[in-house]
């Protein structure tokens, strides 16, 4: 059973940043696409970003594309979200998520989550 945990949320200004960051255990981590999905009050969850198992392939949201970064680092079983530019709406808990396979990156593939992490972004 895996298990993931966040941490790196808080309260920004727009326009400014924040790290997201995911620590998994569980299984061997380097085996699995990760993920990073957010859900807003009131909204469905939604995707933002993933990178498959060894970090040569990502997929963005195209609302976050150019201003958002996802990366991993393997031998420490860590997954980030470098999140700049930060917008208003980008306000929402975001949720670490591992993925069932080694190269997919379709929504449908991500079926573990993390607790999640609050991001708010202040006007």
């Known amino acids: 059973q895996v298990q993931l945990v966040e941490s790196g949320g808080g309260l920004v200004q727009a326009g400014g940043s924040l790290r997201l960051s995911c620590v998994s255990s569980g299984r061997a981590f380097s085996g699995y696409a990760m993920g990073w999905f957010r859900q807003a009050p009131g909204k469905e969850r939604e995707f933002v970003a993933a990178i498959i198992w060894s970090g040569t392939r990502t997929r963005y949201a195209d609302s976050v594309k150019g201003r958002f970064s996802i990366s991993r680092d393997n031998d420490k079983n860590t997954v980030a979200l470098q999140m700049n530019s930060l917008r208003v709406e980008a306000t929402a808990v975001y949720y670490c998520?591992?993925?069932?396979?080694?190269?997919?990156?379709?929504?449908?593939?991500?079926?573990?989550w993390g607790q999640g992490t609050q991001v708010t972004v202040s006007s």
């Open positions: 998520a591992g993925g069932d396979h080694q190269y997919s990156l379709e929504d449908a593939d991500f079926n573990s």
